[in-house]
């Protein structure tokens, strides 16, 4: 048997998560359509004003991406959980962080990604300068994998309760409250023509936090579900 | 002597101590409650700039500081609970958290009436204001964890990661307000000296002292329903003279 390195595992899991995913693309898909539907929403309940919308573009877009990314959380353990697939992989004697952590990175790849991708053709409906798209979707891809992340804890605490969904929300929305308040201020800081490179900075500072520590918290908080 | 530190950490004997301590705490809470409210309302000046609006910070900010400490505790017992597994460690954590929400809710709620006469405004869109709806919303979460899983041992060690990770907003909450230069004033009370009226903070400390005596005398109290409640199938409790009528 070849050596198994800690890369070769996170590989391993992102494929088969991966694989996972495509054989049941309407979940992508959902919520994907989800977060469309969630932006579309606001200029039909606030009036078609454009200044109106260009402002408060940042703001819609970061949120329906928080609301949609709590949507597919559920899905992160449960499936696995109730086959049985969890407790194997928990016997594994390779390291559970890494496992937990290729689990995030495939689910952000899966339900975080393709927001990021369709965020600049929402932008545009909402009129935001191109120099703002800009921002927005680095501002994005730094700030939906803390929320894959950070969610996973919830996801992990909330394994196999009843209302388990409903509760996630309440547990992970609150966490995630900086990283909307710097995503959305960097775009709003092109808009008054101020640095953007804090509110980014500060972005990159909570992604490598949550990298460092999420995965063993998501780890302890599954063997505190599962035992 | 050698004394047996540990006595008190189990459930059958902190019992009967929680029930002894509690009038010592309840009272004096009482007490000075009564006292600080009357320096506060009736002793201590009016404000040059606020008028007699600003009173309501003798019940706002001793409200707002436990409501920030008592998560911090609260973190520490579940933290202390989860990794020496002591289930009275657990049964703190998980009898101070309504009245940490409540304290929380006290700042919002009384911030709020201050707001309207000095700003102009029932709410505004402050970092301090938001980070004490944050902690609201962090309290809520713990309870409602707790709250949903049936077995009470899965349901503390859960509760408890969650309080910890939700620790890291509390020291937010207090840089918040040197971040984000915002509406909200800064603390008046200062290490190096403070410009307040000798009244008022005779008011606002003997409010915060018996806010403190009540939290101990209110968490006390819960963890002994606790206890009772978890325990009830243990030879002891089935003894106790107020279960035995």
């Known amino acids: 048997m070849k050596n198994f ?17 495509m054989r049941r ?6 919520t994907l359509i989800f977060f469309v539907m969630v932006v579309s929403l606001f200029p039909l309940g606030v009036g078609p004003e454009m200044a109106m919308l260009r402002k408060m573009a940042p703001g819609v877009l970061w949120v329906a991406a928080l609301l949609s ?11 696995d959980y109730l086959d049985g697939t969890l407790e194997q992989m928990m016997l594994a004697p390779q390291s559970l962080s890494m496992l937990v952590l290729g689990k995030m990175t495939a689910h952000w790849m899966v339900s975080g990604l393709p927001l990021v991708l369709m965020a ?47 509760l996630l929300s309440l547990l992970v929305l609150p966490l995630c409250i900086p990283v909307l308040i710097f995503g959305t201020g960097a775009v709003e800081a092109v808009s008054t023509g101020l640095s953007v490179t804090s509110h980014l900075s500060l972005l990159g500072a909570l992604l490598v936090l949550a990298l460092a520590f999420t995965p063993w918290v998501t780890a302890q908080a599954l063997r505190i579900s599962m035992e | 002597m050698a004394i047996n530190w540990f006595k008190y950490s189990a459930p059958t004997t902190f019992y009967g101590l929680a029930g002894k301590l509690i009038p010592w705490f ?19 000046p009016m404000d040059a700039q606020q008028g007699e609006f600003y009173r309501i910070i003798f019940i706002h900010v001793p409200s707002s500081i436990l409501s920030m ?15 020496f597994n002591t289930r009275l460690s657990s049964m703190m954590a998980t009898a101070m958290a309504p009245t940490g929400a409540l304290f929380a809710f006290i700042a919002l709620w009384t911030g709020a009436l201050w707001g309207k006469p000095m700003w102009g405004a029932w709410w505004v869109w402050d970092a301090r204001l938001t980070s004490e709806l944050i902690l609201l919303f962090l309290y809520l979460g713990f309870i409602a964890l707790h709250a949903s899983i049936d077995d009470p041992r899965r349901a503390d060690r859960a509760a408890a990661l969650l309080a910890i990770v939700g620790s890291v907003n509390v020291p937010i909450i207090y840089f918040s307000v040197k971040w984000w230069n915002t509406l909200h004033q800064g603390s008046t009370i200062k290490f190096t000296g403070t410009t307040m009226h000798v009244a008022m903070q005779q008011a606002m400390f003997t409010v915060l002292v ?36």
């Open chain 1, 69 to 79: 990314s709590m949507l597919s959380l559920g899905r992160l353990f449960s499936a």
């Open chain 1, 25 to 30: 693309r309407a979940d992508v898909l959902t």
């Open chain 1, 120 to 166: 600049p053709v929402l932008g545009l409906q909402f009129d935001m300068s191109v120099q703002a798209l800009g921002v927005l979707i680095v501002g994005l891809l730094l700030g939906t994998p803390i929320l894959s992340m950070v969610g996973a804890i919830g996801a992990a605490l909330t394994l196999g309760l009843r209302g388990g969904g409903v």
């Open chain 2, 26 to 44: 309840a009272i004096p809470a009482a007490v000075l409650f009564a006292v600080g409210l009357y320096i506060g309302f009736a002793v201590a």
């Open chain 2, 210 to 245: 018996a806010c403190w005596l009540y939290a101990i005398a209110i968490t006390l109290t819960r963890v002994r329903s606790i206890i009772l409640e978890r325990e009830r199938h243990t030879k002891w409790i089935t003894e106790l003279p107020e279960v035995k009528q």
């Open chain 1, 5 to 21: 390195s800690m890369f070769d595992l996170l590989v391993l899991v992102i494929r088969r998560d991966l694989v996972l995913a």
């Open chain 2, 69 to 83: 400490f008592l998560y911090l505790i609260m973190a520490g017992y579940a933290a202390m609970g989860l990794i």
